[in-house]
Every structure is written in structure tokens, then in C-alpha cells.
């Protein structure tokens, strides 16, 4: 039971009664709940307990990714990340993994993945190349938000009850990197993948004639959600923008009362308490801004490449369904090769089935995923722009009662002389 | 010499300022049109002083007050005036001509009814604070100017103060050319000018915070927009990000109050901007009254030079009058005696110049001493309150910025 069923790897190769059993299974569920339940029992088996309550928190695969090193080489120059993974599954030989992985690696992940499952939501890989130029590849700060994001995308993948049982993804994350290399060169050869892209193509211009509606209904919100999402995107940039400018100028506020506390006397304790106390702001204001880019920005930033997945993943299913709608036409008009044909047809009937339901369980998984994600982003600044306000507002408030102090001390002389 | 002293001697007997027996504001302002003085038409703005006499109003009576409408140039004329009558006053300042400082929000239009209301403050603080003085208050043209709207212009002109003024060019020349100056007026005159810099690059700076901040929290109003519509298009997300917006929009929206408050922070600095203008000519007038003794006793000195040299034809300094003397002669007996007579005339007279010149010198450097201690503790004082109430607006900036937050923060845990 364990291991066949939902190996992903064989699945879409899979004779028509093992897809019949399966998508019959799988159209049985409506609720998100049920599937996960049901592929976490096909997966571990009887070897784990099975708590009820913590199905959706039982987690059995930990990896991450760190220790970013730079390799020079007389051809080029690249980073690598070392990936640690941590597991209690039986698929796997070792309970502990540590390999190193490039950029490359992680794009060719994502593309089996997505080979293998073309209608189940990938998390986005970070951008290849940052827009304003090639020269700031290296940048540290640039290969920290990408490690962030490569980190974010595995975790992504292993949390997946599908995905993260893939070979591929087993591979990836316990191969040497020359096992890696070769086993890369496995799989269907250039030509096949040529073929396969020229019949995307095709389908895609010809278009899917009976699109079910929840998928038109899907498009929709896709290309709603992505006007937004980048739309917040942008204002989250432009308010760090000004938020920068604005600490600029304050930078230079605060030494002016001290300058002036140069020229008095009496009003030195005064001016030197506000010099400080915007001083103090600044550096508030400096961590504000910093909290913003680190969590916010890039939160945002990765569902704006969510959207383009997710229209992706669209896309891939209406070429299975228009690649079907062609055979199932030409099988209405073509007189020889029927049986052939309707063999043809029959798989590919299956085939869009297989996806409609795949997508139809992954999309809830994906919005319940992105809504977890911006919700606990933007908790997690609206919490800091609390704490940067109470902690402003403690300095200036210490200011005042240091003045109300020193203005009683003066009424007491006054009262005393 | 003072004229103010001539004109106020009630003044020596200590008497309360006016403020004490006078109610006075400027209550209201208005936009008039009317013919300038080169028969154009043209806009502008009068403000209404109200006074009323202290003593009218006692319990159960509350009398109207007297009221009457001034326009800025008039103000202008009176500070003027008082200037020019009691320069050894640190005359308070008047509020701006013209919008300066101003960050982009803000209108730097003088008929902008948020100018024209600060103008009406600041031109009620300056009323109070010259009512409020032990000198300026008791001037009779100030009396005036309070309480008769009509020919008031005329009064003021008849005084002929206008002919006392010195000119600019006098008085600069004598700060650069006096040689014992009291010092601690030297000092008082560095100080006015470290103030007058330090002030201006203060709200130069504060304008351009004011102007990022407004960027900030505007920018924060997109936010409600786009969560408005994001939440059309969600279900179990739609009701946390809809109300989330709302308060994203009244975040927007506080910075409006919040600067507005910070401008009467920058009136307040602008005030003493202009003060210190008012401290130098003060330390100025020092100067050249010092200057023109310095100038009276050397003359002097020169005269008795010449007179000596006169009398016992002693050449002490070299003269062409003395050389032409030499090569072509002296000049005869009765000559000379008209000479040493008008010289003992002109001695004379510049014994008692210098004699007035000192004595000005020593009582404008009493009077002048004493108001700018006045004026430094006053100083003092409004700074340190302007210190005090920025960090209370600062405070409630910060209120504000948690409140919104957090019903922000509770809206998002809702979706």
C-alpha cells in the first residue's frame, strides 16, 4: 500500500485501472481535510501512530536551507546552499541528510515537479536574476533573500502531502552532487521534451471549448488576486521608500538641538533631552523599516510569483482537457483506428480528470496555505509598527518627566528663596 | 536721545502694565477689497481687536467689547514705531509677512484661511506681549491703536519717529568700527546670530520631516484601496481585510492633525527666529551710541590738539595747514585769535556732546541690560515649554499610531 500509490514520479504513467481506482477515490472527497488524511495514511502506513487532532500539524520531514558558500570555478563563479534534511520516513535510508545545492538544483526540482504534476500548485523558486543587474548577484543581502525563499520553497514541497513524497524530491535532497548529475541525465531525452512542448503549444492556440466553470471561475479570481498582490506589493515598497527618506531627514533633525545646546545655557538639559530622544526614534525607525523588507516585502513578493504559478498551473489544465477535446473529435470523425483512438481518447479522458481533481484538492491546500501566509505577515507588522510606537513613545514620555521633575525642583527654590 | 523716556514719565513710578487693566484679542479676521496707494484694487485681510477694561467686568456684568479692525501693515507701522521710540527694548516680534518654511501640503498663499488664522494668532500674541511689557505698554500710541480705528496712521506720523530712525548703513558701519563696545553686549549680539541660524535650519529640517511624514502615512492609504478590493474577490478573508482597509485609511488620514498641531511647534520657533533680529538691533544701537561717543570724544581730543598747538605753536601732528604755515609764512596775529577763539567755542560744545554722549551711553546700557535679561528669561521659559509641548504632540502621535495598529492587527487576525 505504502509508497505505490501516490509515488507521483510513476502516477501519470499509470495503466487506466490505476487511474480509474484512484480518481474514483479522489472524487470522492470534498473536504481539504479528507484527502490530506487520505494520503498521509497511504504514505506512512501502519508504522506511525495516527493522532486525529494533529493530522494536519503531524510533520515528519524537516529540512532546511543554510550556510550559503561561494564556489569559483574557471568557468564561472556560483553559490551553493547546504540543504539538511531531517526524517523519520521509511522511504528514506538515513534519518539525517546534509547535500549541497545550487540554483540550478532547485529550478530543476521545480521543473519535475511540475512535469510530474501539472496541476498541482508549486511554491514559486526566487527570481533567477535581480531586474536592476546581474553585477549585484552576489550581494549579500541578495543571497540571504534567496536563501530565505529557497528555504521557504522546500518546506513548501515537503509540507505537501503529494509533492513530498516525489523521487525527484528524494533524490534532491539526499544525492551526492555527482549522484545528482546523473541521475539528472535519466528521463525522457531532449527530443520527447521537444515534442511535448510543440503539443502544449499547439493546444494552447487551440484553445479548450468546454472549460467547467469552477476553472473559469478560478481564472477569474487568479487574475484578480494577482492585480491585487502586486498592487500591495508595490505600495509595500513605496512605503519603505519613503520611510527611508523620512529617517533620512530626521538623521538630520535631532543634532540641530544639539548644536543649539551649544549656545544656552538654561535650556541645555531641554535640548540635549529632544536631541536624544530623536535619535532614539531613528534607530526604532531604522528596525521598522528593516522588519518591513524582511518579512513583509518578501512575503508579498512571493505570492506576486504565486499568481503567475497558479496561472501557470491553469493553463497546463485546460492543454490536458484541449488535448483531449482534439482526440475525442477526431475520434467522432476519423472512420479507421478506432479502437487505437478510443483507447487514446479514454487515457486522456482520464488524464483530465486526474488533473480537474488534482486541482480542484490542491487549490483549497493553496488558499488556505496563502492565507495563513499574508495573514500572519501582516499581523506580524502591524505588531511591530505597535512596538515601534510604544517604544517611541516611552522615550519621549521618560523626556517629559525628566522636565517636569527639573520644573518642580525650580518651583521648590523658587518657593524656598 | 529716547524719546520714549520723554514721553512715559509715568513709567519711572513703576506702574502695572496694561494687560493688568486690559482685556485684549484678536478675535476675528475678514477679507476686504479696496484701492491700494497706486489706486489698484486689491485683497486683503483685516483682523478684529476686541478690548474690554478689566474692571467692567465684574460679577453678573459681562459688557460687550470695543472692537475695531486692523490690517498687517498697520501692526507693521506700530512695531515700527515702538522700535524706533525704544530701541533699547527687545521689541516683540510680529508673525510673518509671508508663508516661509513651508513644507509641500502646506499653502504658501497668504489669503489661505490656515495662514490667515495663524496670522491672527500670532498678531494676538504679539498685542499681549507688548501690552504685557513694563515699558511698551504704557506708550500712548499703542492706547491708541487699540482703541480708535480712525487716524491713527496720521497720530503715528506726527510723532516723527520716522525721522529718528537710523539708517542701516550707520548702524553696520559702527558695529565694525567701534573699539570698546561693553562686552557682554558683543556677546548678546554672537548669540543673536547663532540663535537667528539655528532657529531657521531647525525649521527648515522640520519642514522636510513634516513633508516625508505626510509621504509615509498617505502611502499607507493605497493599503485601504487595495484591501477594499482584495476583499471582493475572498470569502472567509474578505471581512478582516474590509474593515483592515478602514483603518489603513484613518491612518492616512491622521497625519493631517498631527502636522497641523506641529505647525503651531514651528510658529512657535519662528517667533523666536524674528526675536532674535529684534536682540541685535538692540546690541546694534549699543554700538552705535558707543560709536558716536568714541567718535565725540576723539574729536574732542583732536580739538584740544589743535588749540595747544595754536597757542604755543607747537607742531604736535602734521598738517599741511601748519606746513603751508612754514614754507609761506604764519598767518597774522588776529587770525589766529579767531581761530583759537572758535576752536574754544567749538570745545566747549564738544565737552558737553561728549558729557550727553556718555551718559546716554551708560543709561541705554542699563535699560537695554536689564530688558534683555527680561527678554532671556522670557526666552527661557517659552523654549522650554515649545520643547515640552512637541513631546507631548510627539506623545499623542504615538497614541494614535498604536491605536490604529492595533485595530488593524485585530482585524487581520480576523481573516
Known amino acids: 500500500m505504502s509508497g505505490t500509490i501516490v509515488d507521483s514520479a510513476v502516477f501519470p504513467n499509470q495503466t487506466n485501472t490505476m487511474a480509474a481506482d484512484i480518481s474514483g477515490q479522489m472524487l470522492d472527497l470534498d473536504e481539504d481535510d479528507d484527502l490530506e488524511v487520505f494520503s498521509k495514511q497511504a504514505t506512512r502506513g501502519s508504522a506511525f501512530e495516527f493522532e486525529e487532532e494533529e493530522a494536519s500539524d503531524f510533520k515528519d520531514i524537516f529540512v532546511t536551507v543554510d550556510n550559503p558558500e561561494s564556489h569559483i570555478t574557471a568557468i564561472e563563479t556560483f553559490i551553493t546552499y547546504r540543504v539538511l534534511t531531517k526524517t523519520t ?78 523521487e525527484d524530491f528524494k533524490v534532491f535532497l539526499t544525492a551526492q552532487v555527482w549522484e545528482l548529475a546523473s541521475y539528472k541525465k535519466q528521463g525522457p531525452g531532449l527530443l520527447s521534451r521537444m515534442g511535448e512542448t510543440v503539443r502544449a503549444v499547439a493546444n494552447s492556440v487551440r484553445g479548450v471549448k468546454n472549460r467547467p466553470e469552477e476553472f473559469t471561475a478560478m481564472q477569474l479570481y487568479v487574475e484578480a488576486f494577482s492585480n491585487k498582490i502586486s498592487s500591495l506589493d508595490k505600495v509595500t515598497q513605496r512605503i519603505v521608500k519613503e520611510q527611508k527618506e523620512y529617517l533620512g531627514e530626521l538623521k538630520e533633525f535631532g543634532p540641530i538641538y544639539t548644536l543649539w545646546s551649544g549656545s544656552e545655557e538654561e535650556l541645555v538639559g531641554p535640548l540635549k533631552g529632544v536631541a536624544g530622544c530623536i535619535e532614539r526614534c531613528c534607530k526604532e525607525t531604522e528596525e521598522q523599516v528593516n522588519q518591513l523588507s524582511d518579512t513583509l516585502v518578501p512575503t508579498l513578493h512571493e505570492y506576486v510569483l504565486c499568481s503567475e504559478s497558479l496561472k501557470a498551473v491553469l493553463r497546463r489544465r485546460d492543454n490536458i482537457q484541449a488535448e483531449f477535446e482534439a482526440k475525442n473529435e477526431a475520434l467522432a470523425t476519423k472512420k479507421v483506428d478506432q479502437d487505437a483512438l478510443k483507447e487514446e481518447t479514454d487515457r486522456l479522458e482520464d488524464r483530465v480528470e486526474w488533473a480537474n481533481s488534482a486541482l480542484k484538492g490542491d487549490w483549497g491546500r493553496w488558499q488556505r496555505c496563502m492565507r495563513g501566509d499574508l495573514k500572519s505577515a501582516f ?25 517636569r521633575m527639573d520644573g518642580s525642583e525650580d518651583a521648590e527654590k523658587d518657593d524656598s528663596s | 536721545t529716547c524719546i520714549g523716556r520723554e514721553s512715559n514719565p509715568g513709567q519711572l513710578l513703576g506702574s502695572s502694565t496694561l494687560l493688568r487693566r486690559l482685556e485684549i484679542s484678536v478675535a476675528e479676521a475678514e477679507k476686504r477689497t479696496g484701492k491700494n496707494t497706486v489706486n489698484m484694487q486689491e485683497t486683503f485681510t483685516v483682523y478684529l481687536i476686541e478690548t474690554r477694561p478689566i474692571d467692567a467686568i465684574t460679577d453678573g456684568h459681562n459688557p460687550a467689547p470695543d472692537s475695531l479692525w486692523r490690517r498687517y501693515s498697520e501692526f507693521e507701522l506700530l512695531r515700527n514705531y515702538l522700535l524706533v521710540t525704544y530701541p533699547f527694548i527687545v521689541v516683540p516680534p510680529l508673525p510673518e509677512k509671508r508663508a516661509e518654511f513651508v ?55 506726527e510723532t516723527g519717529f520716522q525721522a529718528k530712525a537710523d539708517s542701516r548703513i550707520k548702524a553696520l558701519s559702527a558695529t565694525f568700527r567701534v573699539k570698546n563696545p561693553d562686552k557682554r553686549f558683543t556677546e548678546m549680539r554672537h548669540y543673536s546670530d547663532e540663535l537667528q541660524s539655528i532657529t531657521s535650519q531647525l525649521l527648515r529640517v522640520r519642514a522636510r520631516v513634516a513633508d516625508r511624514l505626510y509621504g509615509v502615512y498617505k502611502v499607507h492609504g493605497n493599503y485601504g484601496r487595495v484591501f477594499s478590493e482584495w476583499s471582493a474577490i475572498e470569502k472567509e478573508m474578505g471581512d478582516g481585510l474590509q474593515s483592515a482597509g478602514h483603518h489603513m485609511d484613518a491612518y492616512a488620514a491622521s497625519v493631517d492633525d498631527i502636522l497641523e498641531e506641529e505647525e503651531h511647534y514651528a510658529d512657535q520657533l519662528k517667533e523666536y527666529l524674528f526675536y532674535a533680529e529684534a536682540l541685535r538691533a538692540v546690541c546694534r544701537k549699543h554700538e552705535l551710541i558707543q560709536y558716536e561717543l568714541e567718535t565725540a570724544s576723539s574729536d574732542l581730543v583732536s580739538k584740544k590738539h589743535q588749540r595747544e598747538e595754536l597757542a604755543t605753536g607747537m ?80 506623545i499623542s502621535m504615538c497614541k494614535k499610531g498604536i491605536q490604529v495598529w492595533t485595530n488593524a492587527k485585530e482585524c487581520f487576525q480576523k481573516m
Open chain 1, 89 to 166: 520516513r521509511s522511504e528514506f535510508d538515513n534519518s539525517e541528510y546534509e547535500v549541497r545545492r545550487r540554483y540550478q538544483d532547485f529550478l530543476w526540482l521545480k521543473g519535475k515537479l511540475e512535469e510530474a504534476h501539472p496541476t498541482l500548485i508549486v511554491h514559486p523558486l526566487p527570481e533567477k536574476f535581480v531586474v536592476k543587474g546581474m553585477v549585484e548577484r552576489f550581494n549579500g543581502d541578495f543571497i540571504e533573500t534567496r536563501k530565505n525563499a529557497l528555504h521557504r520553497f522546500l518546506n513548501r514541497v515537503a509540507d505537501h502531502p503529494i509533492l513530498s513524497c516525489s
Open chain 2, 103 to 157: 513644507w509641500h501640503k502646506l499653502s504658501a498663499d497668504n489669503l489661505d484661511p490656515d495662514f490667515v488664522e495663524r496670522r491672527r494668532v500670532g498678531l494676538e500674541n504679539f498685542l499681549l506681549r507688548v501690552a504685557s511689557h513694563s515699558v511698551l505698554s504704557n506708550d500712548k500710541i499703542l492706547y491708541h491703536f487699540l482703541t480708535e480705528e480712525h487716524e491713527w496712521k496720521e497720530v503715528v506720523y
Open chain 1, 379 to 403: 499581523i506580524t507588522t502591524a505588531q511591530k509598527n505597535i512596538d515601534y510606537y510604544e517604544k517611541c513613545q516611552a522615550v519621549w514620555e521618560t523626556f517629559l518627566l525628566s522636565q
Open chain 2, 315 to 394: 607742531v604736535r601732528t602734521f598738517s599741511f595747514k601748519g606746513m603751508t604755515n612754514k614754507l609761506f609764512g604764519q598767518e597774522a596775529p588776529e587770525q589766529r585769535e579767531a581761530r583759537l577763539g572758535l576752536l574754544e567755542e567749538q570745545i566747549v560744545e564738544g565737552e558737553e556732546t561728549v558729557k550727553e554722549k556718555t551718559s546716554e551711553c551708560q543709561e541705554y546700557v542699563k535699560d537695554a541690560w536689564v530688558d534683555i535679561q527680561r527678554f532671556k528669561e522670557q526666552k527661557d521659559r517659552d523654549l522650554r515649554e515649545a520643547l515640552v509641548s512637541y513631546a507631548v504632540m510627539q
